[in-house]
């Protein structure tokens, strides 16, 4: 019996992962390459190279490289952090806003926008995001403890995302005037466009760091498939492995939601895709989910750019669009199996 990996299926594992590589780079120079006004990259970039301060560059560095590194780094959190939870919970319906830190981001945010915040400071909105991420985390940790199950969790993740879903509500409720609440409205439908540089350098640490705790955790994972008994025997601390997933998710999802808002079904989906590629072990779904997380965001949003509409659909909107069928489609497959 193998927990940790063997060299069967090594290769396939290396082709698959260059594969879609491949993929998100030929993704990430169209993302940069689309949109309203025509670029020209390899000028844009012997501008940047020689000082020139140009339309093309400012284009280039001021619009589409935010929006193209935010897909890059939205979509590998959604996604490995999806994994993460459905590997933790045992359970293939996980997603990361499971735990409640998507909701709670999401009202910091709102808060910021109802408080009029957001006009004074630049980076007031991804602050205030990532300020709700840290309250749901140590929220969770007071209603369930260190120990909790894996029942007590989700019971207490499903909590807090509802009171965030009540105090969003109430915000829109009492928003000052109707374009307050439509400002928050839209934020929330989550969007790649109009970020800035500044708010990409704010959250890539903190993204980097809950990455590198989920994929740290791919061991434990593997062991968990075992069953709770069989992976304390095998040496893992349950307690500590529940908290690094958790925080990895918090730091990788809290702040992904603060700077672009809600973007659903990343998370689910893609897990649910390419676990089949990797012999369904959930460690090594991590990597390759956050993999296809990032694909999938940077498609999505050059989706919203070629759309033949007047106004540009929310990101969030085409995610939802994906995932819904995807979700009756496996309705369908399970009710078949019965």
Not at 3 to 25: D, E, K, M, N, Y
Not at 130 to 147: D, E, K, P, Q
Not at 224 to 247: C, H, K, M, W, Y
Not at 285 to 303: E, K, R, T
Request: aromatic share 6%.
């Amino acid at each position: 019996m193998m927990i940790f990996g063997s060299q069967r299926g090594l290769a396939p594992a290396v082709l698959t992962h260059g594969t879609i590589l491949g993929g998100i780079g030929a993704l990430f120079v169209l993302s940069l390459a689309i949109g309203y006004a025509a670029l020209d990259i390899p000028t844009a970039l012997n501008d940047i190279v020689g000082g020139r301060t140009t339309p093309q560059t400012v284009v280039l560095v001021e619009l589409r490289l935010p929006r193209a590194l935010l897909g890059l780094l939205v979509g590998f959190s959604l996604g490995v952090s999806g994994a993460a939870m459905q590997g933790l919970m045992r359970n293939p319906l996980a997603e990361p806003g499971i735990i409640g830190v998507s909701g709670t981001a999401a009202l910091g945010a709102v808060v910021v926008f109802y408080f009029g915040w957001a006009g004074a400071l630049t980076l007031a909105l991804p602050l205030g995001g990532i300020a709700g991420a840290v309250f749901a985390t140590l929220l969770l940790y007071v209603l369930a403890g260190r120990g909790a199950g894996t029942t007590t969790l989700i019971l207490a993740g499903v909590s807090i995302n509802s009171f965030a879903g009540a105090l969003t509500a109430l915000a829109l409720n009492l928003a000052p005037n109707p374009y307050a609440a439509l400002e928050i409205v839209y934020w929330l439908l989550g969007s790649l466009a109009d970020r800035s540089l500044d708010q990409v350098w704010l959250v890539m640490p903190l993204m980097v760091g809950g990455w590198l705790m989920l994929l740290l955790s791919a061991p434990a994972l593997d062991a968990l498939t075992l069953g709770e008994d069989a992976a304390r025997s095998l040496g893992f601390d349950l307690g500590r492995v529940r908290l690094q997933l958790i925080a990895g998710t918090a730091l990788a999802v809290g702040s992904a939601v603060a700077v672009t808002g809600a973007i659903g079904f990343v998370g689910f989906v893609v897990p649910h895709v390419l676990r089949p590629l990797v012999g369904h072990r959930p460690g090594r779904l991590l990597l390759m989910s956050g993999l296809g997380g990032a694909a999938l965001v940077l498609a999505a949003d050059i989706a919203v750019r070629l759309l033949p509409l007047r106004v540009e659909l929310k990101l969030g909107v085409i995610t939802a669009l994906i995932g819904a069928p995807f979700l009756f489609h496996l309705i369908y497959r399970l009710r078949s199996e019965i």
